[in-house]
């Protein structure tokens, strides 16, 4: 399993190389926290940004239930991934203080147990959203 490092994803995303199936959603997202700013509810910044990438024309599921898959039977345990964009992008948002360990754990098993290469674990509770964003690729 390869993950690219933090300081390889802002490398990437803020260089020249910029990822076509994460730059549009981390757009959509920077513009949701220009209008908004840090202090709001998950739950709002997750209506704001499927309705920010709905007018962008991107296509994305909300709330999408996860089973978990436990010698071979898929148990349905109350998952939801918060968004999944373009078919191949998982999105786990958070309006927290500050990211601890367990939420990039949360956001590759999301990306794990539905199959997606592909993860952007936001943080709306950043005075500079740029700072809350991590990127990773399995």
Same mark, same amino acid.
């Given at each position: 399993m390869k993950l690219l490092t933090t300081e390889s994803q802002r490398h990437r995303e803020n260089g020249n190389e910029k990822d076509p199936r994460t730059a549009s959603i981390i757009g959509a997202a920077i513009e949701e926290h220009r209008q908004l700013g840090p202090g709001l509810l998950e739950s709002a910044y997750e209506q704001c940004l499927c309705? @920010?990438?709905?007018?962008?024309?991107?296509?994305? @599921?909300?709330?999408?239930?996860?089973p978990v898959s436990y010698k071979g039977v898929k148990l349905d345990c109350g998952y939801k991934i918060d968004l999944i964009v373009s078919h191949e992008v998982v999105v786990e948002l958070k309006s927290v203080e500050r990211m601890l360990p367990v939420h990039e754990a949360q956001l590759l098993t999301y990306m794990k147990l539905s199959g997606k290469k592909v993860g952007l674990l936001i943080n709306f509770n950043s005075s500079l959203l740029t700072q809350g964003i991590i990127r990773r690729v399995l």
């Open positions: 309705h @920010e990438l709905h007018l962008r024309g991107l296509p994305f @599921e909300c709330q999408v239930d996860l």
